[in-house]
């Protein structure tokens, strides 16, 4: 049956917008995937979220990720300034087209087509085979010895993640430890290639968003959504450090079965 356009156009409550800005920071640094979290949560709670218009719940998930990327952007400050050189530059410019590039040509489509519970268990499964798999890969190689192939190989990890449930993070942990670097260097390479992708996406989107007319409900959802997201990186960034060097394997065995959470739900 299907909902009153009223009702699909109705903003969700400020404490569901808090709730789900509090989710995204964490899920953002962990290779997780923060739009599978902020997806399936409100279709596991049973939320009447998820039956509103999709173009206005896109637009609380571009809040969430302007509010995660502006967070970065503010971490980011306290980087040392001597990592950054032309061979610095060069590498994290190499990494960025394989995404800007299949963003260009396949997001529309990816989202028309996936994010559902499905397409997410599947995205869920096949990232943790991936990092069960990378995970056993000698860790022989530094973050120093990283050349533009490497550049490549985690550009084209991350223009996997378009695809929900993959995960930016792990995507780019699994494809830096297939290429043996050390765990500490993966998580290192991940980090810095992942952010100006995901500065770039969100200011593309937020820029789209700032020219939608939408209502005060919304606006204020918007708000809280996005700021609750900003706070939570901010916090989560103190925390998980880009160069803590973790297995991947907990990691993959949490994705697993949350795709299996996924999947009895479905049969439910």
């Known amino acids: 049956?299907?909902?009153?356009?009223?009702?699909?156009?109705?903003?969700?409550?400020?404490?569901?917008?808090?709730?789900?800005?509090?989710?995204?920071?964490?899920?953002?640094?962990?290779p997780i995937s923060s739009s599978a979290h902020t997806t399936l949560l409100p279709w596991l709670l049973g939320w009447d979220y998820v039956d509103q218009d999709p173009e206005l719940r896109k637009g609380l998930e571009v809040a969430l990720h302007a509010g995660a990327a502006a967070a970065l952007v503010i971490d980011a400050r306290h980087e040392r300034s001597s990592r950054v050189d032309r061979r610095y530059a060069a590498f994290v410019a190499i990494s960025s087209i394989p995404p800007a590039l299949a963003g260009l040509m396949f997001k529309a489509?990816?989202?028309?087509?996936?994010?559902?519970?499905?397409?997410?268990?599947?995205g869920l499964i096949a990232g943790?085979?991936?990092?069960?798999?990378?995970?056993?890969?000698?860790?022989a190689r530094r973050a120093g010895d990283a050349g533009l192939g490497d550049a490549l190989w985690l550009g084209l990890a991350q223009a996997s993640a378009l695809v929900p449930g993959v995960s930016r993070s792990g995507a780019t942990l699994a494809a830096a430890r297939l290429r043996r670097f050390t765990r500490a260097d993966a998580a290192r390479l991940s980090h810095d290639v992942g952010l100006p992708v995901i500065v770039g996406a969100a200011g593309l989107q937020a820029a789209g968003l700032a020219r939608q007319r939408m209502d005060p409900g919304w606006r204020g959802?918007?708000?809280?959504?996005?700021?609750?997201?900003?706070?939570?990186?901010?916090?989560?960034?103190?925390?998980?450090?880009?160069?803590?060097?973790?297995?991947?394997?907990?990691?993959?065995?949490?994705?697993?079965?949350?795709?299996?959470?996924?999947?009895?739900?479905?049969?439910?």
Do not use: F, K, N
């Not at 400020?14 to 640094?29: D, I, K, R, V, Y």
């Not at 489509?109 to 599947?122: K, N």
């Not at 993959?252 to 795709?259: D, E, G, N, S, T």
């Open 1 to 30: 049956m299907s909902c009153p356009t009223s009702a699909r156009r109705r903003a969700p409550s400020l404490a569901q917008s808090l709730t789900l800005g509090l989710l995204h920071g964490p899920a953002e640094l962990l």
């Open 109 to 122: 489509r990816i989202e028309r087509r996936l994010g559902t519970a499905p397409t997410i268990a599947a």
């Open 128 to 139: 943790a085979l991936t990092m069960l798999r990378a995970d056993r890969a000698p860790e």
């Open 221 to 268: 959802a918007l708000a809280v959504g996005g700021g609750s997201s900003l706070g939570s990186t901010l916090i989560a960034t103190r925390v998980i450090r880009p160069d803590a060097g973790r297995r991947l394997s907990g990691w993959a065995a949490y994705r697993l079965a949350l795709a299996g959470l996924i999947l009895v739900r479905l049969r439910a």
